[in-house]
């Protein structure tokens, strides 16, 4: 099984940055790629940033060059996860939450394929 633990949300001005932490434990070695998913107020979960296992990042076109994904796997025990976010804009202000995509072997016995942690707020305003 793989818990994850969030941290790093809380109030900021436009043009702020934030650091998100994601500290995943447990079992490790069923873990793919790490995400960072974000629900803003009233509206759909939306995909931010995913990091590859190797390290390979994709953002999406809303937060690309202002956020970046890294990924530390040099623990065997913890995975972490960050999510830096630079220039910071009201429509920025979110519940952000980190998952763990399970590799697809440990997905089909698990019966599910996806551990979402309990999510950080983040607001964005003046």
């Known amino acids: 099984q793989v818990e994850l633990v969030e941290s790093g949300g809380g109030l900021v001005q436009p043009g702020g940055s934030l650091r998100l932490s994601c500290a995943a434990s447990?079992?490790?070695?069923?873990?793919?790629?790490m995400d960072w998913y974000r629900q803003p107020p009233g509206k759909q979960r939306e995909l931010v940033a995913t990091?590859?296992?190797?390290?390979?990042?994709?953002?999406?076109d809303s937060v690309k060059g202002r956020f970046t994904i890294s990924r530390d796997n040099t623990n065997n025990a913890k995975n972490t996860v960050y999510l830096q976010m630079n220039s910071l804009k009201p429509e920025d202000t979110a519940v952000y939450y980190c998952?763990?995509?399970?590799?697809?072997?440990?997905?089909?016995?698990?019966?599910?394929?996806?551990?979402r942690g309990q999510g950080t707020l983040v607001t964005v305003s003046s």
């Open positions: 998952a763990a995509e399970l590799n697809p072997v440990v997905a089909a016995l698990a019966g599910y394929s996806e551990v």
């Open positions: 990091i590859s296992n190797s390290g390979s990042p994709n953002y999406a």
């Open positions: 447990g079992s490790i070695v069923s873990v793919d790629a």
